[in-house]
């Protein structure tokens, strides 16, 4: 008597030519840009004349085109219409939420996502990581945008038209309060948001609390707005501002991920420079 199949052990059998044609429409998404023959089959280490095959196929079927004057091939308008109707389908903050439990088991430390409220960015949703819980962040929580590490990507991706007032308002607190002129503390976030620009993170140090230093980076749309931040938190030293160090490498990766998941380009991801690590905080003691 044969053998029953056992649920969940056997993967099913695909159609290997579809799965070998999508290498070659993966190749022009990933190039950005029209491409000719030999270019896309080289990328996607496969015969030029197989390639050819596939491209005439996806031709009829509206997935790619070809430029009659250049010779080029690109995406054809069913592939775009799928791209849309894919990222129509796709929600922030559930793709963010999916990532959340990875990001801090691989990091082992705890971890929140924030987003843009009325009030300015706005904890949705902590998580703790997989060894002791280093500081419960409550959901719903109004982050500063000078003095935090998730407030200052914020200052560096969000618009200036939703920013201004309510950094304008924090500026004059934070002056009055050191009883320094504005333009000082205005100086010195300036410099902290270019390197963030820069590097695409922000690290901060005992600002929130002491003994306890936080790394934050943005997550893009397909416009290219920031509509997210993920930040990590973790004792003096455990997470480590180092280009090297594991959690900048893990919430890189992740932001990245979630990103992309969304529509953003590999373009707008890459301006980033991998090698460069976040400055010391604003008013860090180290």
């Not at 250049?70 to 109707?85: C, E, S």
């Not at 004059?172 to 410099?191: P, V």
């Not at 529509?263 to 991998?274: E, T």
Request: glycine content about 10%; proline content about 5%; some cysteine.
């Amino acid at each position: 008597m044969p053998k029953k199949d056992t649920p969940g052990k056997q993967k099913p059998l695909g159609v290997q030519s579809a799965t070998v044609g999508l290498r070659v429409l993966k190749v022009l998404i990933e190039s950005r840009k029209p491409m000719y023959l030999r270019d896309i089959a080289a990328a996607a280490d496969m015969a030029a004349s197989n390639v050819y095959r596939y491209l005439v196929s996806f031709a009829d079927a509206g997935m790619t085109l070809q430029d009659s004057a250049t010779g080029r091939y690109d995406l054809g308008p069913l592939a775009i219409q799928l791209g849309l109707a894919a990222l129509r389908r796709v929600d922030a903050i559930d793709v963010a939420l999916q990532s959340l439990p990875k990001l801090t088991e691989a990091a082992r430390t705890d971890a929140h996502l924030s987003i843009w409220g009325t009030a300015g960015p706005t904890v949705l949703r902590w998580r703790g990581g997989p060894d002791d819980v280093v500081v419960k962040v409550s959901e719903g929580l109004v982050l500063p945008l000078i003095s935090s590490a998730t407030g200052r990507v914020w200052c560096a991706f969000q618009s200036s038209e939703l920013l201004k007032p309510l950094l304008d308002r924090e500026i004059a607190s934070a002056a009055s309060k050191e009883g320094i002129a504005k333009d000082e503390i205005r100086n010195r976030l300036s410099k902290l948001v270019d390197d963030i620009v820069h590097s695409g993170v922000s690290f901060s140090r005992g600002e929130r609390r002491a003994g306890i230093d936080a790394l934050s980076a943005p997550v893009f749309d397909r416009d290219g707005k920031i509509v997210l931040t993920v930040t990590l938190l973790g004792t003096e030293g455990r997470i480590g501002s180092e280009p090297g160090s594991g959690p900048l490498k893990e919430l890189r990766a992740t932001t990245q991920e979630i990103s992309r998941g969304i529509g953003a380009g590999q373009d707008l991801l890459s301006r980033f420079d991998a090698a460069a690590g976040p400055t010391k905080a604003l008013g860090s003691s180290t």
